[in-house]
């Protein structure tokens, strides 16, 4: 349950320290541009046979954004033989939200996701239902084994992170390169699906009841009910995509999404727009793999051609082909991924997806704000050289800087709240320290705010703009204790500006934490964009 928000209190004041920021800035200093946005995209480039190309320059590549030739501002080049940066250590009791001080820098990174909500048990019909016609109970028991397959033999280069869907989203094990950890976690894992098959794809029913109403108001019924059933778990997939999202939109590098799942009751530009936002790309697996149809339908011709008569219901259970499918085509071509549906080959499937990070490049290009329609852009990449094959996502969505409404502002938050993940759009630093002051037994909390993300209106000589900070106590089931919140109000000069984007803006605060308290998560939320930056802070770790 999420208590109700403290009051907003202005912080009295906030300025620059004078110590060394923990993060430091690129090699090259970001750019404000004002009136465009930077849109980037991961090309894989292969020769006839097959292997990848990793000499081609900026010169070799044409972008264009809806026929429309564009300059390539960004551009690089990354290969498996490239050496990963090691990781940043943090002092003790500090934390943040920052990839490179939680799992060092990698060239890319693999994201597992085990469904267990979109992996439908049960294949036997109920009492005068018709057979279904397809079969794919125990869909993911079967995608764990090889993927257990897979790690035994992984790279250890490969730095891949473990999540499960089932009624929520569990870290089942954070980025990392232990192979042994991988297998593991895994070994353990519970398969079982979440969703029963009657519930969420049901066939039609022909009960004695004479009379063709009957049935056709329970079919009606049924079809209601079910229709409940996939907006429910649609939208916890969503949400758990949308923190997978906010988790690693600051992750340097190719970010890949391997998804184990089956009957998705969604579309795949939904997905596409979600990930999208963090430069993700889909390759979901069916882990149904070869799908057989049910044995009932092969006794004869009658029973296809009157399908083709449409004298059989058309419902998701006696469908041509499974849900789910081209939902999963298509997120895997608008993001540049790879679909692996109908195939008995997971163990290879789930290989090649780290095979395609062996050499990739990131092209980028400016957008100017009024090209920003909140539509999808249609992207042609081209390349000079002749002979050469290319994987890159079908096109983006230019999505405005439009000032954030309250709503969305509160839906992000409680978002982050309830995320098992922490979110990166904003890089945080905090630090906490046990003191008695003002009150014995209270935590002094204070730490940094990244201002290169933040969403501020510049006029004139000036920018502008609201960060609001808030501390949230949580107990081990993730209910909210306790939380105070702080609003920041920025008014800056050039100077400024500059200025702090080198050292981050700081805060401070002190709080006396609940009894039952076992989580302390900092969350800092862009009040424009309504961006967040969360970490979340074991208070068993803090000494």
Known sequence: MIGRMAPLRSIVAFGLMAVTPVWRQQSEPPVFHAAAHLVQINVIVRDRDGHPVGDLTKEDFIVKDRGKPQTISVFSVESATAASQQQQPLPQNTFSDEAKYQTGSARSVTIILLDNLNTLSGTAPQPYENTPYWVEAHALANAKQHLLEFLKHSDPQDRIAIYGLSENLRVLCDFTCDRDQLVSVVNQYDATSKTRREAASPATYHTPVPGPEFNALMNAEVQRLAALTNRARAGLTMAALGA???????????????????NLPFSGQAVARVISRANII?????????????????????????YAQGKL???????PQPTGIDAMREMAEATGGRAFVNSNDLTGAIRSVIDDSSVTYTLGFYVEASSLDDKFHELQVLVKRPGLRLQEPKGYFASGNTRATEDE???????????????????????????????????????????????????????????????????????????????MRLDLTEPQYQAYLRSGIQFRESVQ???????????????????IGSVIIPLGQVK
Do not use: C
């Open 313 to 319: 219901s058309t419902s998701p259970a006696e469908s």
């Open 282 to 306: 889909a390759y979901p697996v069916d882990a149904r793999g070869l799908l057989p149809r049910a044995p009932a339908l092969f006794t004869g011709e009658m029973d296809a051609d009157a």
């Open 513 to 531: 934490p609940s009894a039952n308290a076992t989580i302390l998560r900092v969350i800092v939320q862009d009040s424009n964009s309504s961006e």
């Open 244 to 262: 997978i999202t906010d988790h690693v939109i600051a992750l340097p590098g190719r970010k890949n999404l391997l998804w184990l799942t089956a």
């Open 409 to 487: 502002r509160n839906r992000d938050f409680l978002s982050a709240i309830r995320s098992p993940l922490d979110s990166t759009a904003i890089p945080l630093l905090a630090r906490v320290d046990r003191v008695d002051q003002p009150n014995p037994h209270s935590l002094q909390v204070s730490g940094s705010v990244g201002i290169v993300a933040l969403q501020l209106v510049q006029e004139r000589e000036r920018r502008s703009g609201a960060l609001n900070v808030y501390l949230i106590e949580q107990d081990a089931a993730g209910n909210v204790l306790h939380q105070t919140a702080n609003r």
